[in-house]
């Protein structure tokens, strides 16, 4: 069985939570391993990436295959994951043609969301976009 505890320094009861933690892994009988690792995005600031990209999808072209057009969501966080990177990684097409993979924001960790969605304002920024909501720390 794998379990996930958030620990949070600032927690006013982060004893308690280590004291359980600590006992959840006595109780297991057996030998665990222990991955300390920052906390995965959250849904406040996956719900901030998508509508900021919806923004940047309905006010912005952008060229493809030689033609300005304007693309959904999804190939706007493509095309931004990848530049928060700074890589493009391109593999060849079942049928021929080139597909550009791009990041996957469920393995993201909160800092690296909230890089993300500023990077995303950014851009939106710089091609006039207007954001329903005013920008804030979403991570």
């Known amino acids: 069985m794998t379990r996930t505890f958030l620990y949070d320094p600032d927690n006013p009861r982060r004893e308690s939570v280590l004291t359980f933690m600590c006992e959840a892994i006595r109780s297991a009988g057996a030998k665990r391993a222990i991955t300390v690792k920052e906390p995965t995005r959250n849904l406040e600031s996956n719900a901030a990436m998508w509508a900021a990209l ?5 006010q912005v072209q952008w060229p493809v295959d030689g033609k300005m057009q304007h693309l959904p969501a999804d190939d706007w966080k493509d095309i931004l994951t990848a530049s ?6 391109v593999a060849q097409g079942v049928d021929g043609g080139f597909v550009m993979l791009g ?6 960790t909160q800092r690296q969301m909230g890089e993300l969605i500023e990077l995303i304002h950014a851009i939106g920024a710089e091609r006039g976009v207007v954001f ?7 991570a």
């Open 103 to 108: 990041s996957r924001t469920s393995k993201m």
């Open 54 to 58: 919806g923004e940047i999808a309905r």
């Open 84 to 89: 928060l990177k700074r890589e493009q990684r």
């Open 132 to 138: 329903a909501e005013p920008v804030r720390d979403a």
